[in-house]
T-cell receptor, first 114, second 112 residues
Framework: DAGVIQSPRHEVTEMGQEVTLRCKPI?????LFWYRQTMMRGLELLIY????????DSGMPEDRFSAKMPNASFSTLKIQPSEPRDSAVYFC????????????FGDGTRLSIL | AQSVTQPDIHITVSEGASLELRCNYS??????LFWYVQSPGQGLQLLLK??????LVQGIKGFEAEFKRSQSSFNLRKPSVHWSDAAEYFC??????????FGAGTRLAVHP
């Protein structure tokens, strides 16, 4: 079975550019989560969706960050404009039926902002 | 406030030795608890979960964890560590129908 698929795996771009990260959750999963992982702050939940609707975006650091889920099989996390401090590994995860159920993680996107 | 604490940032063990990674939680009710493992360059993989019932839960890769309400702990154990177990381990918890809270992680190194 296909797991959570993220693209790209690596992204290097210059400060000020727009960055779009993509995620395809596991088919049938109702919840989708976006996390950011850094050495300093660990694993942070940015936002999560239930049935394509954003439920909690309290972890989104600034207005420069936005996330969408236009359908059950696709989500994007966008940063515009990007800054060097946004450099991190971004993970997408999905889970069945409830927010407290086991989450299945993608392999992440390693983002470097120069 | 709800929290998950992993007291050990880094642990080193010899191959073949036993392992115990500590996790403490702070929840009012019986929490849902999880252990995940992350290998370099990869996402987190679920090792095991506890929802209710038997307090000793078995997971993949020979790992087990024990829920101890009196100590607010959910420690991960393995009787004999293999070099391939070197990775970062995350404990996570949820109280009721709330989102998961992850601990800061414990990085495991295995000496040959």
């Amino acid at each position: 079975d296909a797991g959570v698929i993220q693209s790209p795996r690596h992204e290097v771009t210059e400060m000020g550019q727009e960055v779009t990260l993509r995620c395809k959750p596991i088919s049938g999963h109702d919840y989708l989560f976006w996390y950011r992982q850094t050495m300093m702050r660990g694993l942070e939940l940015l936002i999560y969706f239930n049935n394509n609707v954003p439920i909690d975006d309290s972890g989104m650091p600034e207005d420069r960050f936005s996330a969408k889920m236009p359908n059950a099989s696709f989500s994007t996390l966008k940063i515009q404009p990007s800054e060097p401090r946004d450099s991190a590994v971004y993970f997408c995860a999905s889970s069945l039926v409830a927010v407290n159920q086991p989450q299945h993680f993608g392999d992440g996107t390693r983002l470097s902002i120069l | 406030a709800q929290s998950v604490t992993q007291p050990d940032i880094h642990i080193t063990v010899s191959e073949g030795a036993s392992l115990e990674l500590r996790c403490n939680y702070s929840y009012g009710a019986t929490p849902y608890l999880f252990w995940y493992v992350q290998s370099p360059g990869q996402g987190l993989q679920l090792l095991l979960k506890y929802f209710s019932g038997d307090t000793l839960v078995q997971g993949i890769k020979g790992f087990e964890a024990e829920f101890k309400r009196s100590q607010s702990s959910f420690n991960l154990r393995k009787p004999s560590v293999h070099w391939s177990d070197a990775a970062e381990y995350f404990c996570a918890g949820s109280g009721g129908y709330n989102k998961l809270i992850f601990g800061a992680g414990t990085r495991l190194a295995v000496h040959p």
